[in-house]
């Protein structure tokens, strides 16, 4: 396990911030998949860009990428956890790595989203001290979401898992204590449709936005920019 990293007192910094995309990998989803690919190249620079119009610095950008779909229908094709991408350096990277993720599969309506969160919670989160961090969670999906376990019977599904939603959402934790996040930092974007699970997480959790999406609809409503411009708001909330 590597030990935690210090800056020196007097260093000035912006903010280190991780970013992980669950990406719901259905069929529906290409819309969405798409604009990460078409977009990947310039991703790093558009935040960037973006940041500097709110006055507002990133010392390091990292991004991890969570492809999901669903355990049961979807066996080895049901979750794609990727290592975080530092970039600029990693663009190349990065990209390849999004392309490389097709729209298909999916089974039934509902997908294994709350798994995938679960995953995001528990990335290896940046531990550099003396610095500011921000630990944000994008997920994007038109589709409802399968309680927790409900793909347990599938061969592949992971161990570690949550028990259920409550302990899923002691994962997040609150203004006490979180096992995985830091509750300054943590930041959570849920693009998903109105439905039970996404909307008790987003009235009970703490520093979470929804932004409700169409079922079956592959977000169209939702473009780049506006994306771009909630995810820098959100970094660059206190």
């Excluded at 997480?201 to 520093?207: C, K, L």
Aim: proline share 4%.
């Amino acid at each position: 396990m590597k030990g935690k990293r210090t800056m020196p007192s007097n260093y000035k910094t912006g903010y280190y911030v991780d970013l992980v995309f669950c990406i719901d990998a259905t069929g529906s989803m290409s819309n969405v998949i798409n604009m990460v690919k078409n977009n990947a190249l310039n991703f790093y620079q558009d935040i960037m860009k973006a940041m500097e119009k709110k006055a507002k610095e990133i010392s390091q950008l990292r991004i991890s990428i969570i492809a999901f779909r669903d355990y049961k229908y979807d066996g080895e094709n049901a979750l794609l956890q990727t290592d975080f991408f530092t970039l600029p350096d990693d663009t190349e990277l990065f990209k390849r790595c999004v392309t490389g993720i097709e729209a298909s599969g999916g089974g039934d309506d509902p997908e294994d989203g709350l798994e995938a969160l679960a995953f995001a919670i528990r990335s290896p989160w940046d531990q550099t001290e003396g610095v500011k961090h921000r630990q944000v969670i994008v997920v994007w999906t038109d589709a409802p979401t399968h309680e927790l376990g409900f793909g347990s019977s599938a061969e592949n599904y992971p161990t570690g898992m949550p028990r259920d939603f409550g302990e899923l959402s002691v994962w997040w934790g609150d203004r006490e204590c979180s096992p995985y996040m830091d509750f300054k930092s943590k930041r959570l974007i849920i693009y998903a449709p109105d439905q039970a699970y996404w909307n008790t997480i987003s009235d009970n959790w703490d520093n979470v936005l929804h932004y409700t999406s169409v079922a079956g609809k592959g977000m169209e409503e939702y473009e780049y920019e506006q994306i771009i411009d909630t995810i820098t708001s959100t970094i660059a909330m206190q």
